[in-house]
């Protein structure tokens, strides 16, 4: 539960940093566009055959700056990630669950390595792939529901670890004007992830019931990768429409002039 929101969230916004995505449509004056290629940022040319190998190796260089933060774009520091609050509702199916998360930290993002790319101009779509070999995250949970067998409910402190984690973004995108220079806008993007190994940690489970808290903790982590596959679909709706929100908010300094270049 917790593992699988906060992999999603700590996969996506790695991702959607590297997105270089902007928001909302039309000629933005208020917007702050940057008027140079900064060290951080290795441009590609869109006539290169080699053009999808180019930006996967272009968002890799990015990830240490990503890590530490990037104030000229308004990028602040994703290692450790933080996250004020997410939300989880799935009401069908061995899951069911309803509650949510707050005061997430995520640490491990800033080692994550781009392992595909694809850029598709023509019809207006983008696929990125990252691999992430450890995330350590901390997080204050309140759930309810079922996880398989048993009932779930409790609110409290989560630690879980995750290994071994491979994601694929897919967005689709527009390219609006912004003070007369072209940007890219994400207007949908889907999220997909695996992962290879997982442990999770509940504190507080049924009102700190110390023996049925255990149980529920074994069975997880037992369970775990059975209840990350039935988490999936809803996890990555979710996070697709934050993520794509965020991105669209925070990067909208970045025009296609300075890094997607021209034959």
Known sequence: MTATVTIATAVCFSLCALALSVGGKGDKQAVTLLDHT???????????????????????????????????????RFEPLYLAHLSLSKGHGPVTISGSFSNVLAHGPSNATATSANLDMKNRLFELGVYLPDIRIEAEYNLQGKVLILPLLGNGPAKVHLKNVTTSVSMRFELPRVQGRQVM?????????????????????????????????????????????????????????????????MLSHLPLDIWLLGD
């Open 185 to 249: 806008n994400v207007v949908d993007m889907k999220v997909d992830f695996d992962i290879q190994g997982m442990t999770v940690q509940f504190d507080n489970l049924f009102n700190g019931n110390k023996v049925l808290g255990r149980t529920m903790n074994a069975f997880v982590n037992k369970n775990a990768l059975e209840i990350v596959r039935e988490l999936k679909e809803p996890l990555g709706e979710s996070f697709s429409v934050a993520f794509k929100d965020i991105m669209n908010n």
């Open 38 to 76: 900064p060290d951080w940022l290795r441009p590609c040319r869109l006539g290169d055959p080699e053009l999808n190998v180019c930006v996967k190796d272009s968002f890799q260089h990015m990830f240490p700056a990503l890590a530490a933060g990037i104030p000229e774009i308004n990028v602040d």
